[in-house]
């Protein structure tokens, strides 16, 4: 079909594409360092899929969850195991015998009691603080926030938190006579998964609430 010109003449053409590609190498230099990172991802996440299955890939990870246990400084809990913190020296250690400040930063309550009647006499919102107990003796209690069922606030009370340090949080609606009890809770020893998150969420008949456990070390 082709004639020996035909061909010397794709020769001749496949060559000058080839020396067109050369000099603009640096330009596909470039262009492939750009891509570089995105081809990169994509192959770590493939390698990832296809040597899950092997036992090596396994021993990998093994490895990594050892650094995190102290060879590797850590800057925050969740580099630590579900049942450590992150101290400021960047050790994960237990969460027993350190300080926390602990809060109700947030409550967010239902616009009536449970069962319907209004939470004032006379109509009307509730007004949220909290108290803080700590082995059964109160340590703190927050201002009121008055009539409003989205409650928010800082500070609260710096704790030394042992494993068997009993802590209550009580939320109320402030009145003149009786507080109505809005939610409570109490741990005989917070869970230290609790510490770990540095946070827990309740939720009860009456409002969703938020406790901080903020370490300060
Ligand atoms: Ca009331
Ligand atoms: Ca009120």
Request: aromatic residues 8%.
């Given at each position: ?64 969850e050892a650094g995190a246990t102290g060879q590797v400084p850590c ?117 230290a998964s609790i510490l770990h998150e540095g946070r827990y969420g309740g939720t009860g008949t009456n409002a969703e609430y ?8």
């Open positions: 079909m082709a004639d020996a010109s035909t061909r010397r003449g794709w020769y001749t053409q496949a060559v000058s594409i080839f020396d067109a590609l050369d000099r603009q190498r640096p330009l596909l230099t470039l262009a492939l360092t750009l891509a570089l990172p995105m081809v990169g991802s994509a192959c770590v996440e493939v390698a990832g899929e296809d040597e899950g299955e092997t036992g090596e890939a396994g021993e990998a990870g093994e490895a990594g800057t925050e809990n969740n580099q630590c195991p579900d049942d450590m913190v992150c101290v400021a020296d960047g050790d994960c250690l237990s969460p027993f015998g350190l300080n926390y400040q602990v809060r109700v930063s947030a409550a967010y309550v239902d616009f009536t009691k449970d069962g319907g009647a209004a939470w004032d006499p006379l109509g009307g919102d509730p007004d949220p603080f909290w108290t803080l107990t700590v082995d059964g003796v109160e340590v703190f209690e927050s201002e009121p926030v008055d009539n409003e069922t989205t409650a928010m606030w800082g500070g609260g009370a710096l704790v030394e938190i042992q494993s068997d340090t009993e802590i209550g949080i009580r939320i109320e609606d402030n009145d003149a006579n009786f507080h109505d009890p809005i939610e409570s809770v109490t741990w005989p020893g917070l869970p938020l406790v901080e456990f903020i370490l300060v070390d």
